[in-house]
């Protein structure tokens, strides 16, 4: 695998204000290292615009996007109105997750990832989509066995761990003919770990770089970008779907120094 076929798909802060100019900053600043661009869906709990509308505002600014889309906050009714959404918009690439924990309320429960990817399959025959362009869904999984019907997907989005030999030792395991991408997270400071610790049990982030990110605010992004490097030269994997959090500019800097 070359450095060209190695893709770097950055994930954004969706506003959570009617307000996009932070999503066209990130844009433009991180557009010179990103090959596209994942929009979370009512990021970690939180109502955000939506992400098909802006998948379409990366694509107006001549970007590529993957728009993430929920089980937890969707019926059967409203997935399709926003496939019809999609479709109208010309947004065509999706990340299908189940959600993260709401910050208030519970969830629909009629939808999960595996229907969802059912009924997506199945817009193809729907007269209401004649003329639309085929749907390209990924799913994302855990560092462990993958169901047979997540290897349906178009692609797939590894969980983010900051060991590259776990990431290795799991790819190295996975029988997958579709492209795969590894989660790679910046650490922006102690405080950051310890939350992840408690929403991802079996993350593991090591002491010395929790230990070196509270010394130097900088350390979280050259581990994050070395990372990546790495993973790069494996040659295992088709790309990194990094999360850069509030340290974008410092990661483009950083990955355009690399280029």
């Not at 939506?50 to 009714?77: P, Q």
């Not at 605010?217 to 509030?246: K, T």
Request: glycine fraction near 6%; aromatic fraction near 6%.
């Amino acid at each position: 695998m070359t450095d060209r076929d190695f893709g770097l798909v950055c994930e954004i802060e969706p506003p959570t204000r009617p307000d996009l100019r932070h999503v066209r900053h990130q844009i433009g600043v991180l557009a010179p290292v990103a090959q596209s661009f994942l929009i979370p869906d009512n990021h970690i709990g939180r109502a955000t615009v939506s992400s098909i509308a802006v998948a379409h505002e990366v694509a107006a600014m001549g970007g590529r996007s993957i728009a993430c889309l929920n089980s937890r906050d969707r019926n059967l009714l409203g997935f399709r109105r926003d496939m019809l959404t999609a479709a109208a918009y010309g947004v065509n690439e999706f990340l299908f997750v189940y959600g993260d924990k709401p910050t208030a309320g519970g969830r629909t429960s009629e939808l999960n990832v595996r229907t969802m990817i059912e009924e997506a399959r199945s817009l193809g025959d729907d007269p209401a989509f004649a003329g639309a362009s085929a749907f390209r869904i990924g799913v994302a999984t855990g560092l462990r066995r993958v169901p047979s019907w997540k290897q349906s997907a178009d692609f797939v989005f590894a969980q983010v761990s900051y060991s590259v030999d776990a990431l290795l030792r799991w790819r190295d395991s996975a029988s997958l003919d579709v492209p795969v991408y590894a989660g790679v997270m910046v650490l922006a400071s102690a405080a950051m770990a310890r939350r992840l610790a408690a929403a991802i049990p079996d993350i593991e982030i090591p002491d010395a770089l929790v230990e070196r990110v509270e010394q130097d605010r900088r350390a979280g992004v050259d581990a994050a970008c070395e990372q990546i490097q790495q993973l790069r030269d494996s040659g295992a994997f088709d790309g990194v779907h990094l999360v850069p959090v509030n340290r974008y500019r410092e990661v483009a800097l950083r990955l355009e120094s690399q280029v």
